[in-house]
């Protein structure tokens, strides 16, 4: 059995993630990771208020919050008779999803795009853009502009 390793970050594309993962899951027979990792949080500046120059570490409440919604789309998961178990980390998203699928074992990584304009691609970067350039491993890109 093939390991499909999914990436899910609970905005829209997740949930095209979550459908591509089922479709390909079914299909092969193959066990599914679903794998979140909860981000530096970037502050914000307030008028008047200094803003850290370095992200600082998700409070405790987030990740809980985030584990719970983790939880809840492997249970989603789980109800279609799929093989699943979800993971969650915390740190540099893309940096993450590189070291840690080699040691998952996982053949295949599905992950979303979220088409963000050049512009916050050039100041903020994009984490699938990462992947695709450092992965070692196949990577599947669900565009979350497609419908369904």
Known sequence: MKTILALVDFTDASSKVLK???ALA??????????????RETPVATYGGEVPAIPIEPSPETIAADKRKLDGLQESLTQL???VRALQFKGPVAET???ETPQLNAA???MGSHHHSALYNLF???VTAEVLKR???PVLVVPCDVPG
């Not at 079914?26 to 981000?39: K, N």
Request: net charge neutral; proline share 3%.
């Open 20 to 22: 591509q993962t089922a």
């Open 26 to 39: 079914s299909a092969l027979g193959s066990q599914v990771i679903l794998m979140h990792v909860v981000p």
């Open 81 to 83: 008779g799929i093989n």
């Open 97 to 99: 999803v590189i070291a």
């Open 108 to 110: 295949l990584v599905i």
């Open 124 to 126: 903020i970067g994009s």
């Open 135 to 137: 992965a070692s491993f």
